[in-house]
C-alpha cells in the first residue's frame, strides 16, 4: 500500500511514495497540500532549502497529527551553500526552519565542481552524529558517485535523479544498484510532460487507470521510488491509488521503450548553479 516501504543500506525502511514539494511557493497552499497528503496516507515529504518551504512542511507535519517519526523527511543543501562547513550551517538552517530535532535523508542537491565530494563528507558526519538517518546524494551521475565513494567511509545510501518513462535512466540505476544505492525519481510525471503519451494514454484506458497512475506504477515496478507534486486534492488523492493494480510484463517492455534520453529538467553532465 501507500506505506510501503524500500530498505536501505543501513536498514532504514524509506517510504517508496512521496509528495514533492518544489514551487509550492504559498505558504497557505503549501501547508494545505502536505495535510492533504498526510491524511490520505502519504508518508514521506520531499523538500530543499531551496523551495523555501521548509517552515510550511514542518508546521504541516506538527499540526497533522502523525507522529514526527511516522514521517520521512528528506531535504537538501543548495548549490551556493556546499563546501563542509557551509554544508553542515546549511544544515542546521534548515533544520531550524522545519522545526524538528532530526532529517530522515539530506541530499547533495546537485553536485557542484570543487566542492561536492566535501559536500559530502559533511552529510557523513551529520550521519554520524545521528542528526539524519539516512545520507544522500540528487543529480549525481556515475562518475560523481565514483568520486564520492572515494573519500566516503558511508556510501550514499540514496540518488535522487530525473526519471520518467522519456528518461529511463537505465544504465544510471544499474551501478546505483551494484552499490546498494536506492534511486528516486525527480519529476516522476516529467512535469506533466509524459502525460500526454499515446502509448501511455492508451494503457490508462486499458487498465482503467489515469495516464499519472500508469507512469506512477511503471517507476514502482522498475524499483524506483517516487515523489509527485501536485497541490490538487484530487490529484494528490489520485497520484496514491497505484498500489490496487499492476502492469504486465509486456506493458512494463513497451513503457522502457519509450526511453528517448528526454530531460525536462538541468542536466548534472553540464548545469549552471545559477538557477
Ligand atoms: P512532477 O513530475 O511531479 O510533475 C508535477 C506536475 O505534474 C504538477 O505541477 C502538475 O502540473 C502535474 N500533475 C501532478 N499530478 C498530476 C495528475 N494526477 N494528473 C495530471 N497532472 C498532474 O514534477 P516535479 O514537481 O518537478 O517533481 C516532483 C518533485 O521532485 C518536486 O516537487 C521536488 O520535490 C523533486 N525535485 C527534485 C529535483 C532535484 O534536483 N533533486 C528537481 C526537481 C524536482
Keep these: 500500500d501507500l506505506q510501503t516501504t524500500k530498505r536501505l543500506a543501513n536498514g532504514i525502511e524509506m517510504p517508496i511514495f512521496g509528495l514533492g514539494v518544489y514551487k509550492m511557493t504559498d505558504p497557505q497552499e503549501t501547508i494545505e497540500a502536505i495535510t492533504t497528503a498526510l491524511q490520505v496516507g502519504y508518508r514521506a515529504i520531499d523538500t530543499a532549502s531551496l523551495y523555501h518551504n521548509e517552515e510550511q512542511v514542518g508546521e504541516a507535519i506538527r499540526h497533522s497529527g502523525v507522529p514526527r517519526n511516522d514521517i520521512f523527511v528528506t531535504t537538501k543543501v543548495w548549490n551556493t551553500d556546499q563546501g563542509f562547513d557551509n554544508t553542515l550551517r546549511a544544515f542546521e538552517e534548515s533544520l531550524k526552519k522545519l522545526d524538528m530535532d532530526y532529517v530522515d535523508l539530506y541530499l547533495t542537491h546537485w553536485p557542484v565542481e570543487g566542492k561536492y565530494t566535501e559536500t559530502y563528507r559533511a552529510i557523513e558526519r551529520l550521519y554520524e552524529e545521528k542528526l539524519i538517518r539516512v545520507p544522500g546524494v540528487s543529480n549525481h551521475h556515475k562518475q560523481h558517485i565514483e568520486e564520492v565513494l572515494k573519500v566516503a567511509q558511508t556510501p550514499p545510501m540514496v ?90 510484463e509486456e506493458d512494463m517492455r513497451s513503457l522502457n521503450n519509450l526511453n528517448r534520453n528526454q530531460r525536462f529538467g538541468k542536466d548534472p553532465e553540464n548545469f549552471h548553479f545559477d538557477f
Design 159 to 248: 540518488n535522487q535523479i530525473e526519471a520518467h518513462p522519456y528518461l529511463s535512466q537505465e544504465p544510471l540505476r544499474a551501478f546505483c544498484k551494484e552499490h546498494n544505492i536506492a534511486v528516486t525519481a525527480w519529476s516522476p510525471l516529467g512535469r506533466g510532460g509524459v502525460l500526454i503519451d499515446e502509448t501511455i494514454l492508451k494503457m490508462g484506458d486499458k487498465y482503467g487507470k489515469s495516464p499519472a497512475q500508469i507512469v506512477l506504477r511503471w517507476h514502482i515496478q522498475n524499483d524506483i521510488l517516487v515523489i509527485p507534486k501536485s497541490v490538487t486534492p484530487s490529484r494528490i488523492e489520485e497520484n496514491a491509488r497505484i498500489f490496487d493494480f499492476e502492469l504486465t
